[in-house]
C-alpha cells in the first residue's frame, strides 16, 4: 500500500527553521517526482516547491525562495523542506504529493498520491 507520510511541523517564532520530511513506503520513491504543498486557513492548497525524482532539477514559488530548499535522499525514500526564516504567512498545513513527472506548475491534479499533512505555526 502506498503510503506518505509527513513529519516535523510545530511551533516556531518568526525567523525561526523547521525541516519537514515526508517517507514514502509501499513504492519506490526514485520513480517519482515530488512537490510540497501548503494550505493556510481559509485559503486554497497551492504549490512551495517541486523536485525531479533525480533531485537535479527544483523549483519554488517567488514566496518561498531563498528561504526554502526541497530536497530528497531516495536511499532513505524521504523527501523534505528544510525552511529558514519562517514567517507568519508561512503558517499553513503542509502537505507531500508525488507524481510520475517533474513540473513547476503545481496543478493537483499532476500529483497522484498525498500525504496527511504536518501543521506549521509560525507566532511569536
Known amino acids: 500500500q502506498l503510503q506518505l507520510v509527513e513529519s516535523g511541523g510545530g511551533l516556531v517564532q518568526p525567523g525561526g527553521s523547521l525541516k519537514l520530511s515526508c517517507v514514502a513506503s509501499g513504492f519506490t520513491l526514485k520513480d517519482y517526482a515530488a512537490a510540497w504543498f501548503r494550505q493556510a486557513p481559509g485559503k486554497e492548497r497551492e504549490g512551495v516547491a517541486s523536485i525531479s525524482n533525480s533531485g537535479m532539477s527544483t523549483h519554488y514559488v517567488d514566496s518561498v525562495k531563498g528561504r526554502f530548499t526541497i530536497s530528497r535522499d531516495n536511499t532513505k525514500n524521504t523527501i523534505y523542506l528544510q525552511m529558514n526564516n519562517l514567517e507568519r504567512g508561512d503558517t499553513a498545513v503542509y502537505y507531500c504529493?508525488?507524481?510520475?513527472?517533474?513540473?513547476?506548475?503545481?496543478?493537483?491534479?499532476?500529483?497522484?498520491?498525498w500525504g496527511q499533512g504536518t501543521q506549521v505555526t509560525v507566532s511569536a
Open positions: 504529493a508525488v507524481g510520475p513527472y517533474y513540473t513547476a506548475h503545481y496543478f493537483e491534479d499532476d500529483y497522484t498520491d
